[in-house]
């Protein structure tokens, strides 16, 4: 099921000042409590209190304030997809499990992050190949680039998999992937990893078998089955050409749809949420924040994001991410087509999330 993603927006953080210095996102200005004079025995004080694994508040350096260090980046697709083919050459499927390149946001090397809260990768499949089956307690989406003829199976149910089509993969759910066409296969791997690890649920699984069994046929058998787990292109991209054509464009992120879980008409995941918008030829948006951290994918078209020190020009198939809280606007040189996936649905449901138009 997908919905159309409201064009209401809070008006929160409005008032609030910001800057952007050596692309970190964060907010200038904000009240912190006054720093004393240099005290020898307070500082005396800091170094006793240490040995008993106590620290004082008062000398912290992480203050009270939305953003965080994660930086603006561009996966541009002409880069990476020369560099998957050669892992391709050197390493088999069943060899890496997973043939990923993960996108490293700059400012976390070494962490498997694009954000604080989310891991994302390109995955290729070559014709013939099986990614073995397993399962683990982060939840995992798919975002399907280039190919045909490669699918995923989810807990016993095929998904045949189209370029264009979002299929997800709940926690704990075995899955394994495989490519029957006659090319490579290469989509967008996104998870809540992070959130698995920061606490401390992190667990996964070997199926016994490299392919798991069939239980669930009804698609095979029924041409009015919908699964549950796959949002097919054609439908979104039908659904969001309706949205564009009859309703107005949000002055910042033009015609959007959020990709919503059909028990509950709430997001995909507990923790992730997912969506799809349209921005026309000739789109200028305003400048616009939000506390979620994203993670872009260029379905169609080109088009320009724009920050305070930087802009990315994208064309199809390139990935961005634009951090927490990081101002930024869109332009559209051609219709364009952005699927997106942050970890607003966590924060909405702590009550943490706030967006501010510019």
């Known amino acids: 099921m997908i919905v159309v993603e409201s064009t209401n927006y809070q008006s929160f953080a409005a008032r609030l000042d910001f800057n952007y210095h050596g692309g970190v996102c964060r907010l200038e200005g904000a009240p912190v409590s006054s720093v004393p004079k240099f005290n020898p025995d307070l500082a005396g004080f800091s170094r006793e209190i240490g040995t008993h694994n106590l620290a ?10 939305p953003g965080s260090s994660c930086v603006p980046a561009l996966w541009r ?10 892992a391709a050459d050197l390493i088999t499927a069943q060899a890496a499990e997973r043939r990923v390149l993960v996108l490293e946001n700059p400012a976390r090397r070494g ?32 975002f399907i680039i280039e190919g045909e003829g490669a699918y995923t199976t989810v807990d016993g149910e095929r998904i045949e998999m189209a370029p264009g089509d979002f299929v997800v993969t709940p926690n704990w759910a075995w899955h394994d992937h495989g490519n029957t066409g006659s090319g490579p296969v290469v989509w967008l791997d996104g998870l809540d990893t992070p959130f698995t690890q920061f606490f401390g649920a992190m667990f996964r699984e070997n199926h016994p078998q490299e392919s798991q069994p069939l239980t669930n046929t009804k698609g095979a058998a029924d041409a009015m089955y919908v699964s549950r787990l796959h949002f097919p292109y054609a439908r979104t991209r039908e659904l969001l050409q309706q949205r564009a054509n009859n309703s107005a464009q949000h002055p910042a992120y033009g015609a959007k749809l959020r990709y919503t879980n059909p028990d509950n008409g709430g ?6 949420a997912a969506f799809m918008q349209w921005l ?65 649905a966590a924060q909405e449901a702590l009550g943490f999330w706030r967006e501010s138009l510019e």
Do not use: K
């Open 280 to 344: 026309p030829r000739g789109f200028a948006g305003r400048n616009y924040r939000s506390t979620d951290g994203a993670v872009f994918c260029v379905g169609e078209g080109n088009g320009v994001v724009t920050f305070q020190d930087e802009r990315f020009e994208f064309v199809a198939h390139d990935c961005f991410v634009i951090p927490p809280w990081c101002p930024h606007r869109f332009s559209a040189q051609s219709d364009c087509v952005l699927f997106s996936f942050s970890d607003r």
């Open 111 to 142: 962490s498997y992050q694009i954000t604080q809260s989310l891991f994302a990768g390109l995955q290729i499949i070559l014709p013939g190949e099986i990614a073995p089956s397993h399962r683990h307690t982060p939840n995992a989406l798919r």
């Open 56 to 65: 004082p508040l008062w000398e912290r350096a992480l203050r009270m304030q």
């Open 267 to 272: 997001y995909v995941f507990p923790t992730m």
């Open 77 to 86: 697709y002409a880069d990476t997809r020369p560099l998957l083919a050669r």
